[in-house]
């Protein structure tokens, strides 16, 4: 009974933090200092263990689909909002999940990590599978290089105690090499996909990498891409799937997703409940959403650094008809916005956000035309709703984490992300 005052105590705090319209990891910061070993105490009840997601980009999307797969076998899933993705935070969303007496509710834990902890993490919840997504230039002020980052990633797989699935097309991470008891399995795709993309994948260089390093094949290969679908060719089967958002991305996490689910589940695993899946996945939080705006659709496009906007970009349809784009100050640096192709667009109706200004520049150079530039979300959300139709029935909103959140709102969907 040690664990009911701190849980209750943890409930009443989320509670309040959630009546103010906040999804704070504070609670889950006073259940730690209370009971230290929580974390520990909760997650080793999972029978089927925990999986960590790391990567620069594709982390919630790629949690969201093992979760799905997961579920489609008959497990059920705990798994962290990607807000939760450090021990105060993932502590917290337990909270909804555990007995006053500390009892799990599920059979699997599924968690989207932040690099920087997730040795830390590994050391206090002893995952079984991590999966390694990519190494993308991301959050220079805060990791200073993608080697340090590569670093953290591979130095959490070696704490894995079964399973590490990694990225063939990744320099850095394809180069990993089980320890003893763990087995590996590899994702990616075809040579002949990835050619086929206006700028490829953007995993970073390895400058380091020798040319006699051994030569690796994917367990899980996107074999074919269309857009919005893909085959995944895996321990001998095709395996169709229909993606959440458009992107040669979304089908790699896909792949990543499928490799990670069948060693989680092990014998359990059906490559058609992976279908299954897919069929009846909605888009992750913000990532693909649609929301309804003035009788037709904001499709919501979220990117947080180069790599994710660039990739975004090339899976838009050519030439959208009616384009937000906003970036706010949750993405300190975006010097690098003058690296993008920007050829799909060939304008933006209004540019928004705290960097506003940095963007139109940009655009500027790149010969987008630029409808209005207009710092105030709220502000531009009006101008987009007045419009009026497109022949399409979407408004597309190219836009970082915080803008995302900020037009949900503005567009009635107040609603934080959710465990689940």
């Known amino acids: 009974m040690r664990f009911a005052i701190p849980i209750l105590v943890g ?34 009840q999972f ?4 999986v960590f997601v790391l990567g620069s980009n594709g982390k919630s999307t790629t949690t969201h689909m093992i979760s799905e797969i997961v579920r489609a076998h008959g497990l059920r899933v705990f798994t962290n909002p990607s807000g939760a993705n450090l021990p105060q935070g993932i502590a917290s969303a337990l909270l909804s999940e555990v007995s006053l007496t500390g009892k799990l509710k599920a059979d699997i834990g599924i968690l989207e990590v932040d690099e920087a902890f997730a040795v830390e993490l590994a050391g206090i919840l002893s995952p079984s599978t991590v999966t390694m997504l990519n190494v993308q230039v991301d959050q220079l002020y805060r990791f200073f290089e993608t080697e340090r980052v590569a670093t953290m990633m591979l130095d959490t797989a070696a704490l894995s105690t079964a399973n590490v699935i990694t990225n063939h097309d990744d320099q850095f991470l ?26 490829g994948l953007q995993n970073a260089d390895d400058f380091f990498a020798g040319a006699d390093r051994a030569q690796t094949t994917a367990d899980a290969e996107v074999v074919t891409f269309t857009g919005d679908g893909a085959t995944i060719a895996f321990a001998g ?7 959440p958002a ?4 979304y089908a790699v996490d896909a792949a990543a997703a499928t490799a990670t689910a069948s060693a989680a589940l092990g014998e359990q695993f059906r490559p058609d ?11 992750a939080y913000g990532r693909g959403e649609r929301l309804p705006i003035a009788g037709e659709s904001a499709e ?12 975004n970009l090339d899976a838009l349809p050519a030439h959208p008809e009616q384009v937000l784009m906003a970036i706010d100050e949750g993405t300190p640096d975006i010097s690098w916005i003058y690296d993008i192709d920007f050829s799909n667009l060939d304008h933006v109706d209004v540019v928004s956000g705290d960097k506003a200004w940095q963007i139109a520049i940009a655009l500027e150079h790149a010969g987008v035309r630029i409808g209005r530039v207009e710092p105030d979300v709220e502000s531009a959300i009006r101008h987009m709703q007045g419009l009026g139709a497109t022949t ?17 709102k503005a567009l009635g969907h107040p609603d934080l992300e959710k465990t689940a």
């Open 11 to 44: 409930r009443i705090l989320r509670a309040l933090a959630r009546a103010r319209g906040g999804g704070s990891a504070y609670p889950g910061y006073i259940v730690l200092k209370l009971v230290p070993d929580f974390l520990q105490h909760v997650t080793r």
């Open 273 to 283: 409940a992976v279908t299954k899946a897919f069929e009846r996945m909605k888009p």
């Open 300 to 311: 919501f496009t979220m990117f947080k650094n180069a790599a994710s906007l660039q990739l």
């Open 47 to 50: 029978p089927n263990g925990v």
């Open 246 to 249: 458009r992107g040669l991305h």
């Open 237 to 243: 089967d095709q395996v169709p799937v229909r993606l």
């Open 174 to 199: 394809d180069a990993y090499t089980a320890v003893e008891g763990q087995r590996v399995l590899r994702f990616g795709a075809s040579t002949e996909v990835v050619a086929a993309a206006p700028n």
């Open 392 to 408: 399409t029935g979407t408004k597309n909103f190219i836009v970082n984490y915080e803008i995302m959140m900020i037009a949900r």
